[in-house]
């Protein structure tokens, strides 16, 4: 199974977040080989209004699959209305979907109002059922947009997702989950988390610079990224990630 992922697109209406999102979308429609899936985690609108998911569903556009959770700039009714066609109620927004006989759980970490994230009890309920109702022997990617352990700048760790330990005990009963994958750093990352490998995806919009290359945290001038994952048929996850220019 080949994935792609991008992440934290930030459509404001402005002609350089349309830019950097339709550059990526050309990119990934013109590849010989047509990816699987393509990730969204999250942040697809900067101010979260109906315009900014309108224009995210034009841009997303795609003859391959496009799979979204929602960030902490994303709001669940706008979203729901104007980018998923569906009436705008404010519960979380959890999706499955069989792909390439993969089964990838898109998650909604948002707490409304906050950079912070959390996966609600509803939510952790909702991953447990799902993952249980699979069939024998299907492995399982989990997506959402806070990750979920400390990636060591001050600006993703103050957001980051909020009582992992119980997300943790959830994956230690469900080993079929093969890695974990987020967003919303804005830096492309790998870790492990609960036994799994985390990958963190790259911004679209803008790049986040560490503490050691100085004391500028926002480099608006990098190209925007995104990361190809293929899963092998042991179960290994492996990652390549690009920037397109």
């Known amino acids: 199974m080949l994935l792609a992922q991008i992440s934290d697109l930030h459509l404001d209406g402005s002609d350089r977040a349309t830019r950097r999102a339709t550059r990526v979308m050309e990119y990934l429609r013109a590849l010989p080989r047509p990816v699987d899936a393509l990730l969204v985690t999250g942040d697809i609108a900067d101010h979260a209004t109906e315009a900014e998911y309108e224009e995210a569903a034009r841009i997303l556009t795609a003859p391959f699959p496009v799979l979204t959770c929602p960030g902490n700039h994303d709001a669940r009714p706008a979203y729901r209305k104007a980018f998923l066609g569906e009436p705008p109620a404010a519960t979380p927004v959890n999706r499955v979907h069989r792909i390439a006989g993969a089964a990838l759980l898109m ?50 760790d103050a957001g980051r997702l909020e009582e992992p330990e119980r997300l943790a005990a959830l994956l230690d009963a469900h080993p079929r989950v093969v890695a974990v994958l987020t967003g919303h750093a804005h830096t492309a990352a790998a870790s492990t988390f609960a036994g799994r490998p985390l990958i963190v995806g790259p911004a679209v919009t803008w790049t986040l610079r560490m503490p050691w290359e100085g004391d500028r945290p926002a480099d608006r001038d990098q190209p925007p990224g995104l990361a190809f994952h293929v899963l092998g048929e042991d179960r290994r996850l492996t990652t390549h990630f690009r920037v397109v220019l």
């Open 107 to 156: 998650c909604d970490s948002t707490i409304p109002g906050r950079d912070e994230g959390r996966l609600a009890p509803e939510t952790l309920a909702w991953i447990d059922t799902t993952l249980g109702a699979l069939p024998d022997g299907v492995p399982a990617l989990i997506a959402f947009h806070q990750p979920p352990v400390e990636l060591h700048h001050p600006l993703p």
